[in-house]
C-alpha cells in the first residue's frame, strides 16, 4: 500500500513538473527558407530593340487621289525605358506602295477632259515610297509573358513620288508620249499604334503591331501635277509582325547595391 501510493505521488509530481517546464520553454524557431526556392528579383529593362515587318494599307487621301495600292512597310524601333511602363523611344520607318495603274488612268482621263483619248503604261511604274525618322513615347503593361502597349511618335517624313512614263492615243490617231521624273517631299509625321508582346523568352518577345502613319508632303518639283498635287497625303495602316530583345540591368541581392 504504501509503494503504491509513493509510486503515485512519483506520476503527479512528474506529470506537474512536465507541465511547467513546457509552458516556459521557448517556443521552436521558424523553419529555414530553402535557398533554392528563393526567387531572384527580376532586373529592370535598360534597352529595347524591335524590328517589324508587315503590309501597308493606304488610306484617305493616299488611296483615293495618288491612287496607292497596298504595299509593304519595315520598322526599327529601339527605347530607352524610365521604368517598367514607360520608354522614350525611336522609330525608323520605311514604306513602299505601288500605283493602282487603273484608278490613275481614269482620273488622269477625268482631268484631262478629252474625249476618245486612251491612256497607257508603256511600262510598269515604280512604288511610292516614304522614310520616316520619329520620336515618342512607348508604353507596356506586362502580363506574365504577356504584354500590350501602345506608343505614339513624331517626326520627318521624307517621300518620293515615282516616275511616270505615259502613252496617249487621241481620236485622230495621233500618238503623245508624257515622261516625269521622280520628286521627293518632305512632311510632319504622326505615328500612332498598338501592340502585342509574347515573351518566348526573358529578353526575346514575338511582336504584332498596328500603326497608323501621316504625313502630308509637299513637292516642289512635280512635271505632271494629275492626279496628284504639289502636296501628296502619304498615309498608312501598318500591320506588321517582329522580334524585341531587351537589355536588363543589374538586381540588388542580399547585403549588395546597385
Given at each position: 500500500m504504501k509503494i503504491s501510493l509513493v509510486l503515485g505521488g512519483l506520476i503527479l509530481v512528474t506529470s506537474l513538473s512536465a507541465q511547467y517546464t513546457d509552458k516556459d520553454a521557448a517556443p521552436p524557431p521558424p523553419p529555414k527558407p530553402n535557398p533554392s526556392a528563393i526567387q531572384p528579383q527580376q532586373a529592370p529593362p535598360v534597352f529595347f530593340f524591335n524590328v517589324n515587318a508587315g503590309v501597308g494599307q493606304?488610306?484617305?487621301?493616299?488611296?483615293?487621289?495618288?491612287?496607292?495600292?497596298?504595299?509593304?512597310?519595315?520598322?526599327?524601333?529601339?527605347?530607352?525605358?524610365?521604368?517598367?511602363?514607360?520608354?522614350?523611344?525611336?522609330?525608323?520607318?520605311?514604306?513602299?506602295?505601288?500605283i493602282d495603274q487603273l484608278q490613275f488612268l481614269d482620273s488622269v482621263l477625268k482631268e484631262s477632259n478629252v474625249p476618245g483619248l486612251q491612256l497607257s503604261f508603256p511600262t510598269k511604274p515604280d512604288s511610292y515610297t516614304y522614310e520616316a525618322f520619329m520620336i515618342g513615347i512607348n508604353s507596356t503593361h506586362q502580363f506574365q509573358q504577356c504584354a500590350i502597349g501602345s506608343r505614339f511618335f513624331i517626326g520627318d517624313m521624307f517621300a518620293t513620288i515615282p516616275a511616270l512614263t505615259l502613252k496617249g492615243v487621241y481620236p485622230t490617231g495621233q500618238v503623245q508620249i508624257i515622261t516625269t521624273t521622280a520628286a521627293t517631299g518632305q512632311a510632319l509625321t504622326l505615328d500612332l499604334g498598338v501592340f502585342f508582346k509574347y515573351n518566348a523568352q526573358p529578353d526575346l518577345a514575338f511582336t504584332i503591331s498596328i500603326d497608323y502613319i501621316y504625313g502630308n508632303a509637299s513637292f516642289t518639283d512635280l512635271q505632271y501635277s494629275a492626279p496628284t498635287a504639289p502636296q501628296q497625303v502619304f498615309s498608312a495602316l501598318n500591320f506588321d509582325v517582329g522580334l524585341e530583345y531587351t537589355v536588363f540591368g543589374s538586381t540588388s541581392g542580399p547585403g549588395k547595391g546597385h
Open positions: 493606304p488610306i484617305g487621301g493616299y488611296s483615293v487621289n495618288g491612287c496607292a495600292s497596298t504595299g509593304g512597310n519595315l520598322s526599327v524601333v529601339a527605347g530607352l525605358p524610365f521604368n517598367r511602363r514607360i520608354a522614350i523611344a525611336f522609330k525608323f520607318d520605311y514604306g513602299w506602295n505601288s
